[in-house]
């Protein structure tokens, strides 16, 4: 019989908490993406909690929404994530570190060193997070007019990877010899030269840093589109998938863990996470209070922008403080709408409640007690709806503090969390395997 | 009266030794540079010594030289200054963190956001050593066909400085008001959207990080051409010169300091520290001793490359053990002729000892005792040589540590080296003032 499966968790750290009200909520850190001090006791609460990796988000221009709304966000400006995840690596040991980098405004030869530097410098527990950016107001920020189109950006996206892992295999990981006797500091037959010259890139190498420690950093995907589907089953180790009802969830992953075999691949070699806001009480109500306490700290004005989207009507019109009403067919997208209107009559709230719920986190969260939360969750897991979860707090640091100092203890009880890091790296955390040196695999293969 | 002029210093670590043959020294460690706990523990030395900075140099691609020599250096590569500073800056509190950054390899928005990020992580100890890139080979691993001409390189490099300033300048340094109570996070009049339209670069803005703590991190650089210290006496506020004859280096002072006057600059805004190659022995002769053991380490095969392109003829017809001929007036620079030639006849060196010592580092060295040592920094502060030296050591550990714990004490005895950090920023060490925000400073005045 096969180990019980466990839960594998990532915390998604940028922002530091992914609710627009959080900065507000008492006793949060309003400066929390903005502080050192502040992240470094983060990471090390979640390492403490034995999380597999801290994972950092990243935009490359302002948050694309109206000016009414990002006045009000903590999130406006943050830290470089390829530049604050070195700092965190340095006052950790275990942790995984998951940075995200865009392949439409990068330079491959930069991503690799700097991730191949990071996999170093952390002893083994770097992660990439392949993005193509979304935000088109990246474009004017890297001189160009236009953001490069969706397909386009796939087809560099897929170039670039196969670029940036040709480059973390520049040397063999025995080329570095260091034999001060002869004076030979390492082998140039042990070095391959890319040479890379493809329709999107043109790359010579050899990348100028050692094979890293995990042979590649993990690499981590979030696409959902068609296209990101089949990026992610090609290259992914990690999947930071939308929550959303279990049953799409399952959904979700039997397709992907499918077209991940369908390319050769081993399905348990690709993990995958949904996202979740976790909000934990000593009862469910109290945890339902505190979820609409978060929300209320939500500004009614960016609020009812978000619900007019979603609805595709002008919400403004509405009494906030009155149930929603009738809402009739319109151009936006009906599941955005259904979803929307169900939600409302669901936990009968009122026009204002509920634009400051979708303005606040729209997407899947779990919200109850310590045991409710384990049941949940491993519901998820036995169910394979997901290997684990990237968690979301409601505001840092109460809201993190809650789920190591409770929900981690109680998903161990059940044996369905580690108790102690196994092993050094985040490859070995997640139980994949380091990737074989594609060029020097293949010579001591010829060579038998 | 003025309080007396101190030494500044910088410690030049990338490589940890610039020496080829300091890897094979007697209790070297042959891996430092690709070791993250070999250089946090050389910083943390370093800061215990009350250093300046921590100086990292940069390299786009394997360096430039034949294999035979390559394969037997220990700079073959390195970590990503921009990924190893802020894992450095994490376990130190006040020593300057000084990385290169090309401004013909990168897109300014990266720049100027990861030198943010490292200020505010550090706390106000990031510089930039803003450098053109001279290895032609960087071009192919950035999809170039040819490296960008020298004069092209320093147009885009004037105005890529703009860029990134104005992007450091994009918040008012009271821009985030993060008030709980209203919901207001930062105030949108405080911002400035740069809208940078220029020959070589169009970048948007604004940058998605706070101003950095000291207003923008240091500017550096090192480039010695006409066009170079036109750069450098226009923008930069520490300059790694070349060592040389102390007349030379008086005269290369007077310049500089001259055209940044010339800019309207306060020319105290502007600190010059030649590089020195420092060898402390306990008596001149060890000192001389250790400096020949770390040269004979050098391979010849390598060493008499570099003898020949200094002489202008090849170099592997004349006996190794003999005294160096006499040799012809060739195509070769002349300076470099006359001083090989000059150095073989003053220390009395065979063809082997003078191939080994330009193999090894031919730039300007300190070699004696810590008094000698002492007089000769002395000597240069006072003439208005140099407002300090960036420091090479000949291998580390233990080549570091005597500079530390010998060289250290004796300047602070004579009263011309802090014995502790007066500030905490890397401006503040060097004396020199936080820049005003040029957008917000002008609205100010016009508001008065």
Request: proline share 6%; aromatic share 8%.
């Amino acid at each position: 019989m096969p180990a019980q499966r466990c839960l594998h968790l990532g915390a998604f750290m940028r922002p530091v908490s992914i609710h627009t009200g959080a900065w507000r909520y008492p006793g949060a850190w309003p400066d929390a993406n903005f502080s050192f001090p502040r992240l470094k006791h983060l990471i090390q609460r979640l390492e403490a909690g034995k999380f597999d990796a801290f994972f950092m988000a990243d935009h490359l221009a302002l948050l694309n929404m109206p000016i009414e709304a990002l006045r009000r966000s903590h999130t406006v400006t943050s830290f470089d994530p390829l530049t604050l995840l070195p700092a965190l690596a340095a006052v950790t040991d275990r942790i995984g570190l998951i940075a995200t980098a865009s392949t439409t405004y990068n330079d491959p030869y930069h991503v690799a060193r700097k991730f191949a530097s990071l996999d170093h410098i952390s002893n083994g527990r770097a992660g990439w997070n392949v993005v193509t950016t979304a935000n088109p107001d990246a474009a004017l920020n890297f001189g160009q007019d236009e953001h490069m189109a969706h397909g386009e950006r796939y087809k560099r996206a897929r170039e670039f990877y196969d670029v940036v892992t040709g480059l973390w295999d520049s040397f063999a990981d025995d080329a570095f010899i260091r034999d001060a006797e002869s004076g030979i500091f390492w082998d140039p037959s042990r070095m391959h030269v890319l040479n890379h010259e493809g329709p999107e890139l043109k790359v010579r190498g050899p990348l100028n840093v050692a094979r890293p420690v995990q042979g590649w950093p993990l690499i981590v995907q979030a696409g959902a589109s068609e296209a990101g589907r089949q990026l992610a089953a090609e290259t992914a180790e990690m999947v930071f998938a939308a929550g959303g009802p279990i049953a799409d969830a399952r959904a979700f992953y039997a397709d992907v863990k499918g077209r991940a075999a369908a390319f050769g691949r081993n399905p348990d070699h690709i993990k995958i996470l949904p996202g979740a806001l976790v909000v934990v009480g000593t009862t469910v109500e109290e945890a339902r209070e505190k979820r609409a306490l978060l929300d209320s700290l939500v500004h009614y004005e960016s609020a009812i922008g978000s619900l007019s989207i979603a609805l595709g009507v002008d919400a403004r019109a509405f009494d906030p403080d009155a149930p929603l009403p009738d809402i009739p067919d319109t151009e936006a997208s009906k599941s955005g709408r259904e979803r929307a209107i169900a939600l409302a009559r669901r936990e009968k709230l009122t026009v204002r409640q509920l634009a400051q719920r979708l303005g606040g986190y729209g997407g899947a969260a779990i919200v109850g007690t310590p045991a409710t939360i384990a049941d949940e969750m491993q519901e998820w897991l036995e169910t394979r709806a997901c290997d684990g979860f990237n968690v979301m707090f409601p505001y840092v640091p109460g809201g993190l503090e809650d789920f190591v100092t409770q929900v981690v203890p109680e998903l161990q009880r059940r044996g369905i969390f580690r108790t102690e890091y196994e092993g050094t790296t985040l490859r070995e955390h997640l139980g994949l395997p380091r990737p074989e040196n594609r060029f020097f695999r293949l010579a001591a293969r010829a060579a038998e």
